[in-house]
């Protein structure tokens, strides 16, 4: 009899960070169901069920992705000034590009890789992700800004801005090959770089 629900011992975050480990490999359109099945250790009906469709599948495994491998970025936001925030960012994010147990790069930029027209909602809904933690930045570095850590003439959207553009950076070279020593170097340029434009008087 064709399965049709989860299986016994169904775990849904493995699940979930076993398609992670594909879709992150291979992009959303080059993840095949096949593939993305035998690494779940399930059957396409006992996908569906789960989770929908493919597309359905992909969200849940893109907040799992927040979750669990951007929680570095959540913890960048309470450090204690502007520039904690950024060098905090800025330097774990090249960790986790560069950890020997996950694929190199990041999610959302694999994700979206050669999306065509078909799956234009994809890279819009991976794009609207990032945004999201930019939009957090901005909302840190504002606060910096009350707080008197930051000038009042500092623009917090385009700090939190700058900092996305790097980040996003560091993931495409990594998933190119750029080792983790190369990253930190541009890491620590990039640091120097927005404490000239956030402290503009120091």
């Known amino acids: 009899m064709t399965q049709t629900g989860r299986p016994r011992g169904f775990d849904t975050d493995e699940a979930l960070d076993r398609a992670m480990e594909v879709f992150w490999r291979h992009g959303y359109e080059g993840a095949s169901l096949t593939e993305l099945t035998g690494a779940m250790g399930i059957n396409k ?9 493919k597309e359905g599948l992909f969200r849940k495994v893109v907040a799992r992705y927040a979750d ?23 330097r ?4 986790a590009l560069t950890r020997p147990d996950r694929p190199a ?10 999306c065509g027209t078909d799956n ?3 890279a819009d809904f991976l794009a609207a992700s990032r945004l999201t ?12 800004v009350e707080e008197g850590d930051l000038p009042p003439e500092v623009d917090p959207t385009a700090l ?33 770089a927005f404490t000239a434009a956030a402290y503009p008087a120091r």
Do not use: K, W
């Open 160 to 192: 939190a801005r700058f900092l996305s553009v790097v980040t996003e950076g560091h993931a495409v070279h990594a998933a190119a090959g750029v080792r983790r020593d190369q990253l930190h170097q541009s890491a620590e340029i990039a640091l120097l």
């Open 120 to 122: 234009a909602a994809i």
């Open 45 to 53: 009906p006992s996908l569906y069920a789960a989770f929908g469709n």
């Open 105 to 114: 790069g990041c999610l959302s930029i694999q994700g979206a890789t050669a």
């Open 133 to 144: 933690g930019e939009s957090a930045l901005a909302a840190r570095f504002a606060r910096a």
């Open 68 to 90: 669990v491998e951007m929680a570095y970025a959540r913890d960048a936001l309470d450090q204690p000034t502007a520039r904690d925030v950024a060098a905090a960012l800025l």
């Open 92 to 95: 774990d994010n090249v960790v």
